[in-house]
């Protein structure tokens, strides 16, 4: 979706500047968080995820096989679900 | 996935915890693409998502309706497919 709605933008801003807006977004993210109203949090919850898929639109990836190559039902690191990786 | 692999660490590190690790797996995805290597990018891309979801299950928000809430096959801002703000 974020590829229809914006890969023509995200391509003339490139990958650089996308990454700032990403950036930035994680910061909008951690007010809201401290904030606590719901429905801003929200937005900025969906708007890192729509940064982070533009970016991932961008380089190529594809952010769900990615994901799930890496954590695959089990921690990547220990292996169990749930994770049982010493704290 | 996220939910069942991790909410109970997520949990006992917290929200402002869970955040910082965000930021910092961010700060690695720009190491990434700087680096260009496509499998630790890959890697990478996973680990913001995957935080990014621990941070979303602790405060009881649903991502994937967040994002269609806010992003619903139209630009927010200018209601089209594809965007057509001025740049």
Redesign the interface.
Known sequence: ??R??????DS?RG??GT?EW??DE?KE??EA?NARHRTE???E??????W?AS??NL?G?D?EA??V???D???PKCGH???E?K?
């Open positions: 979706m974020m229809r709605l914006y890969f023509d933008r003339a990958v650089a990454y990403l950036v994680v993210l951690g968080l949090l929200r937005k919850f969906a708007d890192v995820i729509a982070l970016l991932a380089t990836i952010l990615a994901t190559e890496k954590y039902n089990r921690c679900l749930p994770c990786c704290p």
